[in-house]
């Protein structure tokens, strides 16, 4: 059975940081995409980052680079979000997914096959 776990989410001060992880089992996720996604209160899921199968490229939402940062891990099955100087619009539950079948992934939803749970992150101002 295909799981995504995510942890790292919390309350953090405007400015401050918090390191996301996500961490896939049930299958080798190691030559696919993953990405993490945001739902704010209220609002409809949105992309965040993405990153593709050997780490060599990743996309940004506009409204984090230069803040955020994803990465995977060495076994290429976890991927990281560092989100830094996070700012009380960041506040959303934070999702992580993988594409089953693609090495690299855009910004839409419906390319991703596996998703987690979500982890909240708030910001307070």
């Known amino acids: 059975q295909v799981q995504l776990v995510e942890s790292g989410g919390g309350l953090v001060q405007a400015g401050g940081s918090l390191r996301l992880s996500c961490t896939a089992s049930g299958r080798t996720f190691s030559s696919y995409a993953m990405a993490w996604f945001r739902q704010a209160p209220g609002k409809e899921r949105e992309f965040v980052a993405v990153i593709s199968w050997n780490g060599g490229s990743t996309n940004y939402a506009d409204s984090v680079k230069g803040r955020f940062t994803i990465s995977r891990g060495n076994a290429r099955n976890t991927v990281y979000l560092q989100m830094n100087s996070l700012k009380p619009e960041d506040t959303a539950v934070y999702y992580c997914?993988?594409?089953?079948?693609?090495?690299?992934?855009?910004?839409?939803?419906?390319?991703?096959?596996?998703w987690g749970q979500g982890t909240q992150v708030t910001v307070s101002s």
């Open positions: 997914a993988t594409a089953g079948s693609r090495h690299y992934g855009g910004g839409g939803s419906d390319e991703y096959d596996y």
